[in-house]
């Protein structure tokens, strides 16, 4: 038994998109998509955080199967892939909004 608490601790996974999963042709590798989905097959917490809106992280992650929400726009939002829709997302409040408008 774990002494600090009586459930698994588990490690989450993210990676970014550009520069780091996505290779020179912009795409996952079909190597890349079949461990990471055979990782979270197996239980694994894997995802991706990028600044990308899920209009184009949800065709570049069709063959990689995950079972965490995608972090998308900069964090912004949380990308369900399962039930395509935002599982959770923030938005500016009224005062942002104004301050960035006169920016």
């Not at 608490?5 to 795409?27: A, V």
């Not at 990308?52 to 939002?77: C, D, E, H, K, S």
Request: aromatic letters at 6%.
């Amino acid at each position: 038994m774990n002494p600090r608490n009586d459930h698994e601790m588990k490690t989450l996974y993210i990676s970014d998109m550009d520069g780091t999963l996505l290779g020179p042709d912009s795409k996952i590798s079909p190597r890349s998509a079949h461990i990471i989905s055979g990782l979270s097959e197996r239980g694994a917490l894997i995802t991706v955080a990028t600044a990308r809106t899920p209009a184009t992280v949800v065709p570049l992650m069709q063959f990689t199967a995950t079972n965490v929400p995608a972090i998308v726009m900069t964090g912004a939002g949380l990308w369900d892939r399962r039930g395509a829709r935002f599982c959770r997302a923030t938005f500016l409040d009224n005062d942002e909004y104004r301050t960035v408008r006169g920016i």
